[in-house]
């Protein structure tokens, strides 16, 4: 099983950024997919989810109306595209696949500063 974040890096307040998630080696159309992160001396959060066939999403509050969840079961990737980011989504972003089994990704640094 692989799981590999990218997309990750430094951008200004009011900036964009999307963030992939690329799977291999589980069936990902049959799990849920969602993204979590973990900001210095806090613990880690949900941030957004997506069921299997990419039907329901759903998002921490913080991030409502700035982040979209997306799937493409065809390319056994998530999407999380972050608009209008701010100092506070400064994190370490992880994809996690929850089914049959429960997978984690190594995480992507998301540094948003002037």
């Known amino acids: 099983v692989h799981i590999v974040e990218s997309g990750g890096g430094l951008v200004q307040p009011g900036g964009s950024l999307r963030l992939s998630c690329a799977a291999s080696g589980f069936t990902f159309r049959s799990y849920r997919m969602s993204w979590h992160r973990q900001a210095p001396g806090k613990e880690r959060e949900l941030v957004a989810a997506i069921t299997s066939a990419g039907g329901i999403t759903n998002y921490v509050d913080s991030v409502k109306g700035r982040f979209t969840i997306s799937r493409d079961n065809a390319k056994n990737t998530v999407y999380l595209q972050m608009n209008s980011l701010k100092p506070e989504d400064t994190a370490v972003y992880y994809c996690?696949?929850?089914?049959?089994?429960?997978?984690w990704g190594q995480g992507t640094q998301v540094t948003v500063s002037s």
């Open positions: 996690n696949a929850i089914g049959r089994d429960n997978y």
